[in-house]
């Protein structure tokens, strides 16, 4: 019998959750995934691992999720649709659940031509939302899609993920919704820069009840300099990083410019964390694991609760 997850625990139990982003290695070398491993332990509640994330070509998320799980963290299962059809996906899901992996994110993924293997075919059998109410459907009608009956149903926690940024606002939190309705259980959001705008959308969230149906857990990433906020402000599709935010760091010496990225993540968080309806937080340090401990303790989050 499989127990359910130290998140689904810390959330459901109200306490304020926190997250990591694990990127596997481009290639099968563990080393690089125990040294990540190792800045997070014993500092989140559980740790993402991407899904060849911008479509390049990386260990499998199933893989290192597992040998994640080997070295005593919770992992979280990053699916993308953009690889699998339904068969591999369901397929997948037995596999991570008989693994023991109890988290799943369920992600449509970045679209190949931004990758490094720009002639593959894109599958895109379901979409995110699709592949939420497939999981739902596994784990509470034990039935895959079709209707056949599964032998022990994967009790997986369900998780997607949502943009507060793009226009309108209405309409993102309308897609949260809707991912609600499917089955979504927790939401990990894009990295949150403009504070207003996220604001407005959790405020909208609130006002259509959808707070008290999810758990909602804002993205954080850290700026490790002035070109970085450029970069994300203008080549990252989805992402609002306000000018006074890139000037703030650009004002900065060269040398100091990474220590004032993670003094506006710790910010940041603590702003967050005063935010009706926000659960946690999901924190994205881009080949940067080696900072989380210090972002996290000058926000106050240097250890994590018993559940």
């Known amino acids: 019998m499989k127990t359910r997850s130290r998140l689904e625990k810390v959330l459901n139990a109200g306490l304020f959750a926190v997250t990591a982003e694990c990127g596997p290695p481009k290639g099968s070398n563990l080393s690089v995934l125990e040294k990540k491993a190792g800045f997070l332990k014993g500092r989140v509640d559980a740790v993402n691992v991407t899904d ?3 479509a390049i070509v990386r260990m499998s998320s199933l893989a290192a999720c597992s040998i994640l799980k080997g070295l005593g963290h919770e992992p979280v299962l990053q699916m993308v649709t953009r690889d699998r059809n339904r068969i591999a996906l369901q397929s997948d899901l037995f596999g991570a659940y008989a693994l023991g992996i109890s988290n799943v994110l369920c992600l449509t993924g970045d679209h190949h031509s931004f990758g490094n293997q720009k002639q593959a075919l894109g599958v895109f059998d379901l979409d995110s939302i699709q592949l939420v109410r497939t999981v739902k459907d596994m784990r509470d009608e034990g ?3 079709g209707g056949d009956e599964i032998d022990d149903p994967p009790k997986m926690f369900i998780g997607a993920a949502a943009n507060p940024f793009a226009d309108p606002v209405g309409f993102r939190v ?3 919704a809707k991912k609600i309705e499917a089955g979504a259980d927790f939401i990990q959001t894009q990295c ?3 504070l207003h705008r996220f604001d407005e959308f959790m405020r909208q969230a609130r ?3 959808l707070t008290e149906k999810v758990k909602i857990l804002a993205g ?3 700026l490790k300099n ?3 906020a450029r970069y994300m402000a203008t080549q ?3 992402m609002d990083v306000p000018e006074e935010l890139i000037k703030r760091i650009s004002g900065v010496p060269e040398g100091n410019q990474a220590a004032e990225g993670i003094k506006i993540a710790a910010e940041t968080i603590s702003r967050v964390r005063e935010i009706k309806g926000v659960a946690g937080i999901h924190l994205m340090a881009i080949e940067w694991e080696e900072k989380v401990p210090e972002i996290l303790e000058q926000a106050g989050l240097a250890s994590r609760p018993q559940v």
Do not use: S
């Open 192 to 194: 949150v820069f403009n």
């Open 174 to 176: 309308a897609r949260l």
């Open 52 to 54: 060849n994330q911008t």
């Open 143 to 145: 039935r895959i899609i």
């Open 236 to 238: 990252v599709a989805g």
């Open 207 to 209: 006002e259509a009840g």
């Open 226 to 228: 002035a070109g970085m």
């Open 220 to 222: 954080i990433t850290p």
